[in-house]
């Protein structure tokens, strides 16, 4: 199987077994890494780190192997700036805006009372080279029943991350970090009416 398409298919019915990541056993996982290598050789974009048309817009995390958890709380998600509010996970996002060089973490969750809510992890980011960004995630923003927090993140504490993006098209992404998790994306929305950070 060398078809672009049917790879992105694939590594997304995967991504769906193994919950986005969440219940990962081994052999989805090794062919997860199998699949997501053959489609990196096929990366139609020579300069994924510059290609803002292809990056802007809301994408889904389909799958990541970094070791999330869907029952967690609040400081984990949010680098330990919130309290740990035990929280389920339902959908993690990320909202990209090469314009103004916006990167944020959208995480959707309901809290210990059943009541939905939303972390933003805002975010900035630069291209370093036609591969490689530079993260850095300057404020935390919580929506839910009870109206909006928002707290800034220390930078002494979280330095910048890097991300390699080895894939782009226009609706499929896929990310190396630095320290080697694999992340794979689809976009939903390419210009989105209103981002998650406005909220």
Known sequence: ???ACDLKRELADLGALTEMG????????????????RLEALNPSEEPARASALLRGRWRLLYSNFGFAR???LARLSFNVLP?????VVEMLQEVDPANGHYDNLI???DA??????LVMVGEFRALDERQIDIGFTHAVQMGPMGQ???PIDHGRIPPLQS??????????LHRSSTGNLYMFERLDDAPMRWARES
């Open 1 to 3: 199987m060398t078809d």
């Open 22 to 37: 969440f219940t990962e056993t081994a052999a989805p996982a090794a062919r997860i890494r199998a699949l997501a290598a």
């Open 71 to 73: 029952e967690t709380n």
């Open 84 to 88: 740990p509010e035990p929280v389920f």
């Open 108 to 110: 959707v969750y309901t």
């Open 113 to 118: 009372r059943g009541e939905p809510g939303q």
């Open 149 to 151: 927090v928002r707290l």
């Open 164 to 173: 390699d993006i080895s894939y782009l098209d226009d609706g499929f992404r």
